[in-house]
């Protein structure tokens, strides 16, 4: 019902930049909020940051003021703009979208993308 195609890893020196993007398709009514996931190798999927339907954001601790997540909401298509990259940010990089019930959504995610921080 919904797709999500992310875009824009790849292999960034320490101190760069990348933007990924997340483009959806589909049925897509409803929509509560986007936002990235990440996922390291031996750890837990983790949260980067989100947006809302309303443009409210929030971000994880370890990346505030390093990344931007932001939306085109007449594209169905969500960026996250990550400067200053460290290899600890090194992982694969998820998209994710809820929408319906604020108590149960419908929650779908990309099939990812890696970034890959190192020198």
């Known amino acids: 019902q919904v797709q999500l195609v992310e875009s824009g890893g790849g292999l960034v020196q320490p101190g760069g930049s990348l933007r990924l993007s997340c483009a959806a398709s589909?049925?897509?009514?409803?929509?509560?909020?986007m936002g990235w996931y990440r996922q390291a190798p031996g750890k837990q999927r983790e949260l980067v940051a989100t947006?809302?339907?309303?443009?409210?954001?929030t971000y994880a601790d370890s990346v505030k003021g390093r990344v931007t997540i932001s939306s085109d909401n007449a594209k169905n298509t969500v960026y996250l703009q990550m400067s200053s990259l460290k290899p600890e940010d090194t992982a694969v990089y998820f998209c994710?979208?809820?929408?319906?019930?604020?108590?149960?959504?419908?929650?779908?995610w990309g099939q990812g993308t890696q970034v890959t921080v190192s020198s």
């Open positions: 994710n979208l809820e929408r319906g019930s604020l108590a149960r959504p419908d929650v779908y």
């Open positions: 947006i809302t339907s309303a443009g409210s954001t």
């Open positions: 589909g049925i897509i009514f409803r929509l509560n909020a």
